[in-house]
Every structure is written in structure tokens, then in C-alpha cells.
């Protein structure tokens, strides 16, 4: 006897049974939805890149959580951990052919080996939408605009809707001020993008392995603490350009209906290292979700940075896993039936080309349609019917089809009618 496989799915990923496959589908067409509204195109990748893609980017704590290994070519490889990269590959690839600015938008599936927690796990899929080619925070604004409008067409209560807001420029200027040079910044700020996480004396202490000693991370610390424009106006310069970025985006927030929602937090950073300008996370504010639902910012220098001509570019990412946990706990995931509109039901095996032949003239008219072959009793039929959500039930039985008619009955309803079979039940061979 052969020894029993493991049933469970590999630590980290999910196994997604139908019922959970039609919730996925209504949440991926409401991404695809909210894009299409924006006017952006849809595209995708495969989700093997090379790993040279991704491990460039000294610094980032994605190079360690990369699923990566040497195909059979000898080729370096990595299951995409993101898809931003890709997207810079691709606009690469085209160069000049593409009319800018792009507005993309896709769904896409990413791994990353890390520690699993609530709203994360090691395979996910995320939507992205990004501009390309825009330097203007306008694009900023568009892209939260739609973000917004997801969440709201998903019922989530637009005052539990909060951006926390920054700028990479703002930190980078301050950090420069510091002492703290363009080498150590990434590695730095992937420190304290954890800080609201492990807390202010173990960002102390990290800090410190990166050669920031005890009084300048205070000041970092200072600068995370800042809250608001008018804070922010207090502490960094007039003409600092993140600031007028910050201040320009909040003016066109206003104009798309989202200003209440945005708090401008200095405590944001992201920790990738490509972001260049405004940074951002998206919270629920009424539920028990600890962790941000989505994330987005500016990556100016990323096509530069691969070897490409430099072009602005910003977007956002947004994941299935939290998302969906932060809809359930507000109980606005719907109750999905099948989506089976009849049931087909030949009582004897004599009978199934006659039901087949039924099935195919109903599929023709657009219906969405079952074939029950299992010649089981009838009751179970009728209950399997209701279970489904089905509208309509036939059956067809050897005296039924002699005479060349189905029973049609309204699921749920005693009263049965009766319908001609196609070519009088006839089925030919030939």
C-alpha cells in the first residue's frame, strides 16, 4: 500500500475550494472595475523573472525573503515577490513604442518567504495600478481616488477610510542633515519603516548596527513622532519639495472627495529602497486589521536604477489576503450562490442524450446549465437544486421522452409545465 500524501497545502500558500474561488472573482471584478472607471489598461507577466531583477536593490528586506532557485538552464531565477519591477522590465523593453503616460493596472500573484502573520501570508495576489510618466502628484492623487472608490463600493464606511501620508524627499533630506549618507539610507530606512512595529528601543538598537549612534536616531525618531502639515511646515524648510508635493496633494485631494481621509504621518516610510517621493498606507481605522491594506508611492529612479531611461513613475499595491480579512470582519463579503440558472435531470441512463441535447439548446439561449447524470432519487435532486441557487429544474424520464417533453418546475414550486425536447427528443447518430 502506497503511504498517504500530506492533504495540506505548502506552509504559506492556500488551497482555494470553490466557495472561496467565487468570493475571489467578485473581489478581483470590483478591482477591475474601479480600474476601468480610471482608465487604466490591463496587464500581466509571468510570475518567473529573473532574480537579478530583484536582488539588485541592495538594501531591501525583500532580497532575503526571495522564493529563488537555478532552473535547469543554469539561469539564476525568483517567483516574483512584487510586481513593480516587472512593470519597469516591461516599459524598458518598449521604450519609445509606448505613448506616455501609462496607466496600467493588474492582478497579480507574489511570493515572499517570510513570517506569516494576520493579513499576510507567503502567496498572495496583488492589484497594482500605476502611472508611468507623469511627474505631477495629480497621479498620486488619482491613484488613492481609486483606491477610495474600491472601498467604498465595497461597503467598507468611508470614515474608517485613513491615507497615512509622507515623502521619501522629506526623510532623505533630514537624514542628509543628520550626517546619515546616500549609501546607508536605504539600509536605514528599513529600519525604521519597522519601528512602529518593534518599538523605539529596538529601533535605537538597530539603528545603531548601521553605525547611527544614540542622539541621532532620537532625532529620527523626532522627525516619526511629526503629524499634519502645519507640524511638518515647523520642521523641515519652505522650500523643501517634499513639502510642497504634500501640500499640492492635499489640494487635489480635496478636489477628489478624499482629503478627510488623508493624514499627512512622517512615521511612513516603506521600506523598499526605489521609493523617491510621497509614500503611503492605507488603514482601516473601525476594525481590528493591526496592519496597513494597501500601499503605494513614488519610484522615480527604478528604470534608471535597472538601466533604463529615467522616467517618473508611482503606483500602489493592493493585496487579496487583508483585504479580504478586513471585508469579512465587517461582514460585507457576499453569500455567492453557483451561478446555475437549471438543472437538467434524465432518471435513467436511456434517457442522456436527450438531456444532453436540452442542456445544449439551454446553454444556446445563454443559461448556465447542469446535467445531473447521478440518477439519484429525486428528493436529493430537488435538494441539490435549491442548494445551487438553480431557477429551473427538468426531467426527463423514458415516458417523458417517448413523448418527446421535459417536466419543467420552478425550483422551490410544486407546479410543473411541460417543454418540447430538441428535434421531439430525437437524437441522431449521424
Known sequence: MSQRIDTQPVKGTRDVYPDDMRVRQWLFAHWRKVAAQFGFEEYDACVLESESLYVR???????????????????????????????????????????????????????????????RKREHFQWNMDIVGLASVAAEAELMAAQAAFLQAVGLPSAGIVFKVSHRGILQHYLQQLGIDDQRFSAVCVVIDKHDKIGPEATVQLLAEHGVDAATAQSILELMAVRGLEQLRDVVAADNPGLNDLEQLMTLAAAYGIAESITIDCSVVRGLSYYTGTVWE???????VPRAVAGGG???????????????????????????????????????????????????????????????????????VVVDYSERRFKHIIARAEQDGAEHLYVIGPDEAARGVAKKRVVGQREESEIALPNGGTVSQE
Open 57 to 119: 536593490k541592495a538594501g531591501d528586506e525583500i532580497t532575503g525573503q526571495l522564493y529563488n532557485f537555478t532552473d535547469k538552464g543554469g539561469r539564476q531565477v525568483a517567483l516574483r515577490p512584487e510586481m513593480t519591477p516587472t512593470l519597469a522590465r516591461m516599459v524598458m523593453a518598449r521604450g519609445a513604442q509606448l505613448a506616455m503616460p501609462l496607466r496600467w493596472n493588474t492582478i497579480a500573484q507574489c511570493f515572499r518567504y517570510e513570517r506569516m502573520q494576520r493579513g
Open 282 to 288: 492605507l488603514f482601516d481605522a473601525s476594525g481590528s
Open 298 to 368: 513614488r519610484y522615480d529612479g527604478l528604470l534608471e536604477h535597472l538601466g533604463g531611461t529615467p522616467a517618473p513613475m508611482v503606483g500602489f499595491g493592493f493585496g487579496d489576503v487583508v483585504i479580504l480579512d478586513v471585508l469579512s470582519e465587517h461582514g460585507l463579503l457576499p453569500a455567492l450562490d453557483k451561478g446555475i440558472d437549471d438543472v437538467v435531470f434524465p432518471l435513467r441512463a436511456e434517457v442522456f442524450p436527450q438531456a444532453a441535447a436540452l442542456a445544449q439548446q439551454l446553454r444556446g439561449q445563454g443559461r448556465h
